[in-house]
Nanobody, 126 residues
Framework: QLQLVESGGGLVQPGGSLRLSCAAS????????VGWFRQAPGKEREGVSC????????NYADSVRGRFTISRDNAKNTVYLQMNSLKPEDTAVYYC???????????????????WGQGTQVTVSS
């Protein structure tokens, strides 16, 4: 059974950093693209970043490009999201999701992902 578990969220001051982790189990991790998404209160879930199964291709939303970095360690079945220079508008519940994809570009389209973690809260506030 495919399972995704996020961790690493918390409260941080503006300008601070956090690293989120997404631990996967129950499937051949290297054959899956992984995306990070977030949902703020009253807003739709949006794509933040994504990474291909082999880790060679990544993409970012314009709002986080240059501040966030996605990476993965397939030996540990884990995807990371390093978040630097955090802003109050980054406050949201962050989710990771996986989709089977052996070739092609990963996507940040919410509807393209079938399997989701439970989310981790990130709050940026002074």
């Amino acid at each position: 059974q495919l399972q995704l578990v996020e961790s690493g969220g918390g409260l941080v001051q503006p300008g601070g950093s956090l690293r989120l982790s997404c631990a996967a189990s129950g499937f051949a991790f290297v054959n899956y693209a992984v995306g990070w998404f977030r949902q703020a209160p009253g807003k739709e879930r949006e794509g933040v970043s994504c990474i291909s199964g082999g880790g060679r291709t990544t993409n970012y939303a314009d709002s986080v490009r240059g501040r966030f970095t996605i990476s993965r360690d397939n030996a540990k079945n884990t995807v990371y999201l390093q978040m630097n220079s955090l802003k109050p508008e980054d406050t949201a519940v962050y989710y990771c999701a996986a989709r089977r994809q052996i070739v092609g570009m990963p996507t940040m389209n919410v509807g393209s992902y079938d399997d989701w973690g439970q989310g981790t809260q990130v709050t940026v506030s002074s």
